[in-house]
């Protein structure tokens, strides 16, 4: 089945520093999603990416597609101690089938 | 606003009975939806695809006697643990988009997900 490596699996910073997650895919996706999960709660979405190359940011979050459809980052700039939870990409089908990747867990130190 | 809802976000059993738990989008319709398991530190693994109308689409693995899925209408999937064990606590966790693209771009909403443990 398709499988999705995401790193690194966790990082600890400190406050105002940058942040770079990735995943890559053995399979092409369509669609390339970020979530941010925080204890107990279900994945809120933080940024989607429609389009190989895609280059999208939600604030200070900045995300791209991969142009080979198989790959995407997300950076985070100037982290702030909210910024604290697990991070997880997805890969979306045309059908709306999501296969995870297994989160990046970030604590940011004040 | 959240636009998928679950309900409960917490519940407790007792080993050998049924939980019933509730997705609900709002402010779309929904022809599918998607149920998630979530063990602690892990990730999301989707167990099957509610389709409203007809029956849902199990993952390898997931048994669909264990854990029915009802899509009754274009808002509301349920899932029920039957005969739940202990090994069936979990976080599960439904999502659901709206492919008429009035509530985003086609993008996986998800609900805020329900705790259940099985004594």
């Known amino acids: 089945g398709q499988q999705l490596n995401q790193s690194p699996q966790s990082m600890f910073i400190q406050e105002g520093e940058d942040v770079s997650m990735n995943c890559t895919s053995s399979s092409i996706f369509n669609t390339w999603l970020w979530y941010k999960q925080d204890p107990g709660e279900g994945p809120v979405l933080l940024i989607a990416?429609?389009?190989?190359?895609e280059l999208t940011s939600n604030g200070r979050l900045t995300a791209q597609f991969g142009i080979t459809r198989k790959d995407s980052f997300l950076n985070i700039s100037a982290s702030i101690p909210s910024d604290v939870g697990i991070y997880f990409c997805?890969?979306?089908?045309?059908?709306?089938?999501?296969?995870f990747g297994d989160g990046t867990t970030l604590t940011v130190k004040p | 606003g959240a636009v998928v809802s679950q309900h409960p976000s917490r519940v407790i059993c007792k080993s050998g009975t049924s939980v019933k738990i509730e997705c609900r989008s709002l402010?779309?319709?929904?022809?599918?939806m998607f149920w998630y398991r979530q063990f602690p530190k892990q990730s999301l693994m989707l167990m099957a695809t509610s389709n409203e109308g007809s029956k849902a689409t199990y993952e390898q693995g997931v048994e669909k006697d264990k854990f029915l899925i009802n899509h009754a209408s274009l808002t509301l999937s349920t899932l029920t643990v039957t005969s739940a064990h202990p090994e069936d606590s979990s976080f599960y966790i439904c999502?659901?988009?709206?492919?008429?693209?009035?509530?985003?771009?086609?993008?996986?909403?998800f609900g805020e997900g329900s705790r259940l443990t099985v004594l």
């Open positions: 402010d779309f319709q929904a022809t599918t």
């Open positions: 999502s659901a988009r709206d492919i008429q693209g009035l509530v985003g771009a086609g993008e996986l909403f």
């Open positions: 997805a890969g979306q089908t045309n059908a709306g089938k999501s296969t």
């Open positions: 990416l429609y389009k190989a190359g």
